[in-house]
C-alpha cells in the first residue's frame, strides 16, 4: 500500500515524536541505526519532510532532527501525502488500472472497508495522540 520510502518516513516520524524534543535532538546516523534502515535514503526522507514543515531540523554542534509542538499537531495523512501522495488510498491492492465500485477487482470491497478505516485513523489521531498511544501501550516502531 505504501512506498518503502513513505514506510520509512512514518516510522522515522514517530520515532523521532516519541524520543526526542527541541532540547534532545538526533542525527540522522543515529535514527538510521535505531530504525535499522539506510542512512542516506533516510537522510532525503528527513530533508523532505523537513522541507515539508512535518519535522524540524538545526545544524551545528547540538543539531539534529526532532518535532515542534506545531509539528507533532500535524498527522499521519500528511507524511503519507508528502511521500507517496493521496495514491496510496486510491490504488488498487493488485495494481489494476481500473479498480472502483463499478469495476472491482476480487479484493476491492475487503480491502476498501479496511483501507478507508485506516484512512479515518490516520487523518483524525494528530502525531501526537499517535506518540502517546506508542507511549502507553509500549507499542514497537523500531528493531
Known amino acids: 500500500m505504501f512506498s518503502k520510502s513513505c514506510k520509512y518516513a512514518i516510522r522515522a516520524i514517530l520515532y523521532l515524536a516519541v524520543y526526542t524534543s527541541e532540547d534532545q535532538k538526533m542525527g540522522v546516523e ?3 541505526a535505531k530504525l535499522d534502515v ?3 535514503f533516510l ?7 523537513t522541507r515539508n514543515r512535518l519535522v524540524s531540523s538545526s545544524k551545528g554542534r547540538n543539531g539534529g532532527f526532532y518535532l515542534t509542538k506545531e509539528n507533532q ?4 495523512l500528511a507524511v503519507i501525502e508528502c ?14 488500472a481500473e479498480c472502483s465500485n463499478e469495476n472491482p477487482c476480487p479484493y476491492h470491497g475487503t480491502v476498501r472497508k479496511y483501507r478507508d478505516q485506516f484512512l479515518i485513523l490516520v487523518e483524525e489521531e494528530t502525531i501526537e495522540e499517535s506518540a502517546q498511544r506508542i507511549r502507553t501501550n509500549n507499542l514497537k516502531i523500531n528493531i
Open 30 to 32: 543515529d535514527l538510521a
Open 38 to 40: 539506510p542512512k542516506h
Open 43 to 49: 537522510a532525503k526522507i528527513l530533508q523532505q519532510l
Open 73 to 76: 499537531k500535524s498527522n499521519l
Open 83 to 96: 511521500m507517496d501522495g493521496a495514491r496510496a488510498f486510491r490504488e488498487c491492492v493488485l495494481g489494476l
